[in-house]
Antibody, heavy 125, light 111 residues
C-alpha cells in the first residue's frame, strides 16, 4: 500500500520560500512508471496541478506555466521522498498543498491515485 | 474560474441515482480519454474514483460509473448512500499549458 506523508511549515512570510516534503512508502521515487506531483487547493483557485518529477532512465520535471518561474521539485532517492520549493511566496499562494502519485496503472500519469494528507500553508506576515 | 464546468450542487435521496456533468472543450475533455473523477470529504484529500473516463480503481464501488460524450464527461452514482455525500471533482488532461484541468467541484447532498 502506497502512503505519502507530507511535512513542512504551515506559515510562510511573503517573499520567502515555501518548502514542503513528501515521504513515500510502498513505492519508489525512482519508479519507472510513477510520477510524483504537487497539487494545491484554495477557495479562489480550486484544485491546481503545480508540477511533477519522474524518472525514465533520467530525471524529468514538468511545471504548470503559472508557477514555472518560481517552482522547483526535487527527488531525494536516499530518503525516498520529493520536495517542493516555491520562491517569492505571496498571499495568493495560500492553499492546502497535496503531494500525489501519478497513477501507474492508468493510461496517463495525470490521474492521481495516492495523495498525501495535505498541508495548509498560509502566506502572511 | 475553473477550466471544466460542473454544477455547484446536486442532491438525491438514498437509493436513487444522480449524475454529475463536467463540460470542457475539444482541448481537454473532448480531445482525450484522460478523464478522472475524485471524491473529497471535508478535511480529507481527494480520492480517485474513476480514471480513463470509465474505469474504477480497485476497491471503488461499482455504484460509481463514468462516461463521456463529446466535450461532456459524466459521473453517475447509483444506489445513493449517506457516505456518498461529498464534493466531487472532474479532471482532464489538457493540451494547454496547465497540463491538467480540474472542474470547480460539485457538492453532493444525500437527503
Amino acid at each position: 500500500q502506497v502512503q505519502l506523508q507530507q511535512s513542512g511549515p504551515g506559515l510562510v512570510k511573503p517573499s520567502q520560500t515555501l518548502s514542503l516534503t513528501c515521504a513515500i512508502s510502498g513505492d519508489s521515487v525512482s519508479s519507472s512508471s510513477a510520477a510524483w506531483n504537487w497539487i494545491r487547493q484554495s477557495p479562489s483557485r480550486g484544485l491546481e496541478w503545480l508540477g511533477r518529477t519522474y524518472y525514465r532512465s533520467k530525471w524529468y520535471n514538468d511545471y504548470a506555466v503559472s508557477v514555472k518561474s518560481r517552482m522547483t521539485i526535487n527527488p531525494d532517492t536516499s530518503k525516498n521522498q520529493f520536495s517542493l520549493q516555491l520562491d517569492s511566496a505571496t498571499p495568493e499562494d495560500t492553499a492546502v498543498y497535496y503531494c500525489a502519485r501519478g497513477c501507474t496503472y492508468c493510461s496517463t500519469t495525470y490521474h492521481f491515485d495516492y495523495w498525501g494528507q495535505g498541508t495548509l500553508v498560509t502566506v502572511s506576515s | 474560474q475553473s477550466a471544466l464546468t460542473q454544477p455547484a450542487s446536486v442532491s438525491g435521496s438514498p437509493g436513487q441515482s444522480i449524475t454529475i456533468s463536467c463540460i470542457g472543450t475539444s482541448s481537454d475533455v473532448g480531445g482525450y480519454n484522460y478523464i478522472s473523477w475524485y471524491q473529497q470529504h471535508p478535511g480529507k484529500a481527494p480520492k480517485l474514483m474513476i480514471y480513463d473516463v470509465s474505469y474504477r480503481p480497485s476497491g471503488v464501488s461499482n455504484r460509481f460509473s463514468g462516461s463521456k460524450s463529446g466535450n461532456t464527461a459524466s459521473l453517475t452514482i447509483s444506489g445513493l448512500q449517506a457516505e456518498d455525500e461529498a464534493d466531487y471533482y472532474c479532471s482532464s488532461y489538457t493540451i494547454s499549458s496547465t497540463r491538467v484541468a480540474f472542474g470547480g467541484g460539485t457538492k453532493l447532498t444525500v437527503l
